[in-house]
C-alpha cells in the first residue's frame, strides 16, 4: 500500500491523521498491514552508508605530489641497481603512508548511534491488542502507547496526553520539559513549538500519552539530521589547505631545479645515467621527508596537552584548527549555562526575594537587599507548596546531587533546601491525598494536603492560569489581603524580561478529601512566584572575555527562547544593552547573502532549527570565518561536523553529537574551549618552527647537488647520505621542537587569517639564507679537504657533518620566531638536549664506525676538519641570529 505524503502532521486533527493512514485508535493496524508497511516503509532503523574501505583508503596515503616525486626517484635508482638508495626511499614513503593511513582510521559512526539513539522496544495497539514489539518493526498507521522513562520510538502525532511531558533538549536546544497535548498548532509552527507531536529519540519524563507514528527510520526529524550529516562534507583544516599550497609550490621548485640539472648536465656531455641519479640526488635533498611524520607527532603531542586539559581530540587536524579559529558558534544550553535549572527570585507578600547558588546542589541562601532573610510566614509558606506540589525528587549519590523528574520541579525542591526545608520530612508530615496531574491544556498541577489539621489544596502552574483564579494574598503577617493583581502581574513581567521562567503558587482550604477542578476554579489565596533559569557557568563568562582578547568572536545558537537566550547572553557579556536575538523564522526569510550580513552583526540566534545552525556555520565559512561550534544534542551534530572544528560535550552530550565532532569536552565547560584554543596556537607555532627549521637543510642539499652539476664535479653528497640526514635530524633534532612549551604571547594576537600561508616573506628569506650558508661550507669544505688529499669518502663525511652541525645550530634560533633561544628557557625543553646528544653519537658512528663506513660510503676524518666544522656552525647561528633582531619577526 502507498500511503499518502502529507506534511504537516502538526497542523492535521488527529482524526485526519488516523484517517490519511488508514488507522483507528481503537484497533491500530492488522498484522498483515503492518507486515505489508514493513515491506514498503523498511525498518525502522537508522543505517549508516558504508565508507571507504581501508585498502581504497591506505592507497590514497601516496596520492601525494611529494610522494609522487619520491616513487618516481625510488624507481629511477632501482633502474640504476642503486638498491640501498631505493630500498631507503620506498621505506621513507611507505612509513609515511603507514603513519597517514592509521591517523586517518578513526572511522566516524555518527550515524550508527543515531540509531542507537532509538527505543529497543515498544508498547504497540495491533489489531486491537497491546503487545511489545521491537521499534524496528514499527510502521506508518501503528498506534504506540508511551509512560514516563520511555524513549519515543518514531515520530507521533500525538492522540491521547495526560499530563505528559517531554525532554527535547537533545533535538531542538531547549532546556526544559515540554508539555504536550493532542489539538493542532500552525502549520509554519518550528519543531519547538509542535507540541501535538512527539519525536523520535526523545524522553517522556511524566505522563501518559497514544500516539500515532506518522514516520519512521530516516523519514523522522532524527532521520533527517542523519540526511544531513550524510550531505556534510568533512572540512579540509586550514594546516591542509595551507600544506597543500606549499606541497605544490616546492613541487614546481624541486621538479624545476631537478630539470634544469639533468639539462645542463646532459648539454656539457656527461652521461646521461649519472645525471639521472643527479636528478634523484637533487629531488631526494629537495624534498622534506621527515615533513609528514612530523606533523601528525606535534598535533599527536597537542592532543596529549589538550586531554589534560580535559579536550579529548578525536581527529588529528583539529588541533591546529583550533589555533586558526576565528569565531566560536556555542550552543546555550550545557555548554555556556549549567544545564540545571536554578530558583533565581521569590516573590511573596508583595517583596521579591533572592536566591544564590547554581545548579542542584543546595548550597545558597534566600536574602534581599544582600541581607539573608529568615524565611517564614508567607515565605516560607511558598516554599513549601513548591515541595508539596511537585513529583521531583532530589538525592546526593557519590557527591554529587541528582534529581528524578522534571527539572523544572526539582529546581522548587533546591529553593526548598536552601531556606532550610527538608522535602523528605514535609512530605512525610503532609503527605498527598489527592491530586489533579499537570495537563497542558489545564497548565496547572494540584495537591490536596492536611496541613496544620486542616484540608489544603495547593496549586501551581503558569501566571495567567492562577492569578485570575486569586481574590486574596498574604500579607506580611500571614493573613489574607485582597489580590494586587497589577502588581503581581508587573513582577512577573518583570522576571521574565530577565529571562526567568515564572510559576505561581496558590491555596484553598477545602472540606473534602477528594480533589476535583471546581474546587480550584476560583477563590484562591495566593502565596507567590518562583523564577528560575538555566545559569550561565562563572567560568564561562572569563572565557568569553579571554576568547574576546584573542581575536575570537563568540556567538550564541540555541532552540531555547529568544528572551531567555538574550538573557544569558547578557550575563555571559554576549550581548549588549538593546541587543536583539534573531530567531529561527526571521533566519528562514534571509536569502544567502541577507545571511552572511546578519551572521557578522548578530551574535545571539534563538529558536534554530538543525537546518538552520548548518546555514549559520556555512554563512560564517562563506565569510572566511574559520568556525568552531560547540553542541551536544543530535540537532547539534549537522552543524558539529560541517564546522571547521566541531566541539561535543562530553558528560551531558549525545553520542551522536560526540561523533560527528573533531574534539570532546570531558567537562562540558567552555572554558575549556580557550585552553584549547590556546594549545592549538601553541602546536601551529611549533609546526612552523619545524619548517622553517627543516627546509633550509632540504633547500641546500638542493644547491649542493645542483652546484656540483653546473660545475661538472662529483656529487658532494649522494642520496643515501642525504636521506641519512633528513631522517636521523627529522626524529632526533625536528621533534624535539614538537615539545616547545607554548610561549607567553601566543593569546595576545589575533588569530592566523584562514587564507595566510604557512611562511610569510621574512622566514622565507630566512630559509634561503640558511639554506646558501649550508651550500656555502658544506660545498666549500667539501672542495677544500679534496684539495688537500682527502679521499671521495673522507670529504663527502666532512660534508655531511656540516649539515648536521648546521642544523644543530640553527636549531637553537628556531626555538623562538620572534627572539633570542633563551627567553623560552635553557632547560624548559628536555628533549632538545636529549635529541642533539642522540645525534652527536649517531653522527660519530657515522664517521668512526665501520659497518656505517660500509653502508653510507663514509670514512674518520681528522680533527682539523671537525674544527672547521664547528666553526662554520657557529658562524650560521650567529649570522641567523643576528638577521633575527633585526627583522623582529611578528607572527
Not at 295 to 303: S, W
Not at 497 to 514: H, P, W
Not at 605 to 611: K, L, N, S, Y
Amino acid at each position: 500500500m502507498t500511503l499518502p505524503d502529507l506534511p504537516g502532521w502538526h497542523a492535521r486533527p488527529h482524526d485526519a491523521a488516523f484517517a490519511a493512514l488508514d488507522s483507528s485508535a481503537a484497533d491500530g493496524l492488522s498484522e498483515a498491514v503492518a507486515t505489508e508497511r514493513l515491506v514498503a516503509h523498511g525498518p525502522n532503523r537508522i543505517d549508516a552508508h558504508a565508507g571507504r574501505s581501508a585498502l581504497l583508503r591506505f592507497a590514497l596515503q601516496f596520492h601525494q605530489p611529494l610522494i609522487y616525486i619520491l616513487i618516481v626517484s625510488g624507481g629511477i635508482a632501482a633502474f640504476l641497481e642503486e638498491w640501498a638508495d631505493a630500498g631507503v626511499i620506498f621505506g621513507v614513503v611507505l612509513v609515511n603512508a603507514l603513519i597517514g593511513f592509521i591517523q586517518e582510521g578513526r572511522a566516524e559512526d555518527a550515524l550508527a548511534a543515531l540509531a542507537r539513539s532509538v527505543a529497543s522496544d515498544v508498547t504497540v495497539l495491533r489489531a486491537g491488542q497491546r503487545r511489545r514489539i521491537d521499534a524496528v518493526t514499527l510502521v506508518p498507521g501503528d498506534v504506540v502507547w508511551l509512560a514516563a522513562g520511555d524513549k519515543v520510538p518514531a515520530d507521533l502525532r500525538l492522540f491521547d496526553a495526560r499530563a505528559l511531558q517531554v525532554t527535547e533538549a537533545s533535538l531542538t536546544g531547549e532546556s526544559t520539559a515540554v508539555s504536550k497535548g493532542v489539538e493542532p498548532v500552525a502549520a509554519d509552527s518550528g519543531i519547538a513549538e509542535r507540541t501535538c507531536m512527539a519525536f523520535a529519540g526523545t524522553l517522556v519524563v511524566a505522563g501518559q500519552a497514544g500516539g500515532l507514528v506518522v514516520s519512521t527510520g530516516r523519514g523522522t526529524e532524527t532521520g533527517r539530521i542523519a540526511d544531513l550529516l550524510d550531505a556534510t562534507e568533512t572540512l579540509a583544516t586550514p594546516l591542509t589547505k595551507a600544506m597543500e599550497r606549499f606541497s605544490n609550490w616546492l613541487l614546481v621548485i624541486i621538479l624545476g631545479l631537478a630539470v634544469l640539472g639533468f639539462v645542463v648536465g646532459s648539454l656539457r656531455g656527461e652521461p646521461l645515467l649519472d645525471m639521472l641519479m643527479a636528478a634523484v640526488a637533487l629531488a631526494v635533498g629537495a624534498i622534506p621527508e621527515g615533513l609528514p611524520a612530523a606533523i601528525t607527532v606535534t598535533l599527536a603531542i597537542g592532543v596529549s596537552r589538550m586531554a589534560r586539559r580535559r579536550a579529548i581530540i578525536r581527529r588529528l587536524p583539529a588541533v591546529e584548527t583550533l589555533g586558526s579559529t576565528t569565531v566560536i558558534c556555542s550552543d546555550k544550553t550545557g555548554t555556556l549555562t549549567e544545564n540545571q535549572m536554578t530558583v533565581r527570585a521569590l516573590l511573596s507578600d508583595g517583596q521579591r526575594y533572592a536566591v544564590s547558588g547554581d545548579g542542584y546542589a543546595p548550597l545558597g541562601s534566600v536574602s534581599q537587599d544582600g541581607g539573608t532573610v529568615e524565611v517564614s510566614g508567607p515565605l516560607r509558606d511558598l516554599l513549601v507548596a513548591g515541595v508539596l506540589c511537585n513529583d521531583a525528587g532530589l538525592a546526593e549519590v557519590d557527591g554529587e546531587w541528582t534529581i528524578t523528574g522534571d527539572p523544572t520541579e526539582a529546581a522548587l525542591l533546591v529553593s526548598a533546601r536552601k531556606a532550610g526545608l527538608d522535602e523528605n520530612r514535609l512530605r512525610s508530615e503532609a503527605p498527598r491525598l489527592d491530586e489533579i496531574a499537570f495537563d497542558s491544556a489545564r497548565q496547572y498541577m494540584a495537591s490536596l494536603h492536611r496541613l496544620d489539621g486542616q484540608l489544603i489544596v495547593l496549586v501551581k502552574g503558569a501566571l495567567e492560569v492562577i492569578l485570575p483564579r486569586c481574590t486574596t494574598m498574604l500579607d506580611a503577617d500571614g493573613e489574607p489581603v485582597a489580590a494586587d493583581i497589577e502588581a503581581i502581574d508587573t513582577a512577573s513581567r518583570a522576571m521574565a524580561a530577565e529571562g526567568l521562567r515564572v510559576l505561581a503558587f496558590a491555596r484553598i482550604e477545602v472540606n473534602s478529601e477528594t480533589l476535583d477542578e471546581m474546587q480550584v476554579a476560583g477563590g484562591l489565596c495566593f502565596l507567590g512566584l518562583q523564577a528560575m533559569l538555566d545559569p550561565p557557568r562563572q567560568a564561562a563568562v572569563q572565557a568569553i572575555q579571554a576568547c574576546r582578547a584573542a581575536g575570537v568572536k563568540v556567538k550564541m545558537i540555541t532552540g531555547d527562547h529568544a528572551v531567555t537566550a538574550l538573557a544569558i547572553a547578557s550575563q555571559l557579556g554576549l550581548a549588549e544593552p538593546g541587543e536583539k536575538a534573531l530567531t529561527g523564522r526571521e533566519l528562514a526569510l534571509l536569502d544567502a547573502d541577507q545571511l552572511r550580513v546578519a551572521v557578522e552583526d548578530v551574535n545571539v540566534f534563538a529558536r534554530v532549527e538543525p537546518e538552520q545552525k548548518l546555514r549559520l556555520v556555512q554563512a560564517l565559512q562563506a565569510n572566511g570565518e574559520v568556525v568552531a561550534m560547540t553542541g551536544d544534542g543530535v540537532n547539534d551534530a549537522p552543524a558539529l561536523k560541517a564546522a571547521n572544528i566541531g566541539v561535543a560535550m562530553g558528560a551531558g552530550g549525545t553520542e551522536v553529537a560526540k561523533e560527528a565532532a573533531a574534539m570532546v569536552l570531558t567537562d562540558d565547560n567552555f572554558a575549556t574551549i580557550e585552553a584549547a584554543i590556546e594549545e592549538g596556537r601553541g602546536v601551529y607555532d611549533n609546526l612552523v618552527k619545524f619548517i622553517i627549521w627543516t627546509l633550509p637543510t632540504n633547500f641546500g642539499e638542493g644547491l649542493v647537488i645542483l652546484f656540483a652539476v653546473l660545475a661538472g664535479v662529483t656529487l658532494p653528497i649522494t642520496p643515501l647520505q642525504i636521506l641519512w640526514i633528513n631522517m636521523t635530524t627529522a626524529v632526533l633534532l625536528g621533534m624535539a621542537l614538537a615539545f616547545e612549551p607554548i610561549q607567553k604571547d601566543v593569546m595576545g594576537h589575533a588569530p592566523r587569517p584562514p587564507g595566510a600561508p604557512i611562511l610569510d616573506g621574512v622566514l622565507i628569506r630566512r630559509i634561503v639564507l640558511v639554506g646558501v650558508l649550508l651550500l656555502v661550507a658544506a660545498f666549500g669544505l667539501f672542495l677544500r679537504w679534496q684539495a688537500l688529499g682527502a679521499s671521495l669518502e673522507e670529504a663527502r663525511t666532512v660534508a655531511v657533518n656540516v649539515f648536521v652541525a648546521g642544523e644543530i645550530a640553527y636549531l637553537f634560533n628556531c626555538r623562538n620566531l620572534r627572539g633570542p633561544f633563551w627567553c623560552c628557557g635553557w632547560f624548559s625543553n628536555p628533549w632538545f638536549w636529549g635529541g642533539i646528544g642522540a645525534m652527536v653519537t649517531l653522527q660519530a658512528l657515522f664517521t668512526w664506525l665501520p659497518a656505517m663506513n660500509r653502508v653510507f660510503a663514509s670514512a674518520p676524518i681528522p680533527a682539523e676538519a671537525w674544527l672547521e666544522i664547528l666553526a662554520s656552525a657557529a658562524f650560521i647561528a650567529l649570522v641567523v641570529g643576528g638577521e633575527k633582531r633585526l627583522t623582529r619577526v611578528v607572527r
